[in-house]
């Protein structure tokens, strides 16, 4: 069986923070950021908005777009890694939310590969025959976990969640009459794609934040003076950061088109996650691909963690742009280091 995307939803708080806003907070410009990353705004969660709220609507609105009841699902994964609960899980809390009584739920860090990863992972148990139906969903308020005082860091991050069903579907080759697998043609969209992900702990201090204990919970007000530290806060060497996205993501693009036996003539977009525009630029560079080919949606959002992917995805899906019978490929990158590439055809 292959798990094929058969609805998305997302979710945007609707506080929103331009880049004069965060001129008001550190000594940047608007001209700086959007020419550095490409940003404009972002949104942020306010009054009761959390990441398992953000989720359970993103979840909720994925589930209504496939007609997919919430009873049907068999896991529930939300990547994440800014959560505002530990315990329970938050996929326990989305299944609470959205009563999917019948499914198993855990949570996923690989920060911003980790919707990737939970698409993998949903993928892989499809695939084993162990689950039918599984609802991913990628949810960030990053605001909380970012130090207002840092220009290199908060003019990066927004808000939000993202969302996508899989459903369980026969592979090509298993509705065929001979027992070897027939090659698939680059055509065929039922076909199981393997995904290549990889990790580099010894690069880990790139993108870090080293502990959430504070006295004040997680808050996204700046720090009292006296109380700061910026341990509780991400921290980032944002050119080693670059250079490593730069080069690796079209890295893993070109191993898993490779690896799939894919033409790039037969990739319709690439969804990268969305944390720069001049690491999509020169991601597009590098592949020798149009950039037209990469949306983007970093210019309202920043970059949003793992649920980049999937808030892209869903605004492709309700615009109508994911075409049937055609394969994308999603690439995230991120802290960890990970990062990794998978194709779908939807
Ligand atoms: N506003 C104005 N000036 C700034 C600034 C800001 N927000 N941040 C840094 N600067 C200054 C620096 O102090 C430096 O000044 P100097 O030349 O006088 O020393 C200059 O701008 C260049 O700094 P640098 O860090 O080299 O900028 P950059 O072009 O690398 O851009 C990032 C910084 C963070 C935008 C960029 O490195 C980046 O996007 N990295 C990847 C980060 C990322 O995607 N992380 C998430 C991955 S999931």
Redesign the pocket.
Known sequence: MIGRIVGTGSYIPQYCMDNND?AKL????DE??RE??GVARRHIISGEETTVSMASVAGKRALENAGIEPEEVDLILVSTISSNVILPCAACEVQKEIGAVNATCFDLNA???GFILAYNTAAAYIAAGVYKTALIIGSESLSNLTNWND???????GDGAGAAVLAAQPEASETSETTDKPEASENDTSKLFIPVTHSNGAGGEA?SLKSRHDANGLTKEVDKEETFDEAHYMQ???????KF?VKKVPEVIEETLQLNKLKKENIACYIL?Q??R??IESVAKRLDEPLEKFPMNLEEYG?T?SASIPILLDEWNRQGKLKSGSKIVLA????GLTWGASVISV
Do not use: P
């Open positions: 965060i550190v000594e940047t410009s700086w950021i550095r990353t920060a911003c590969t220009r290199g860091t908060c003019i990066l991050f993108l980032m060497d944002g050119r080693a950061v670059f996205a996650h944390a720069n001049r690491i970059n963690s995230g990158f991120g802290a």
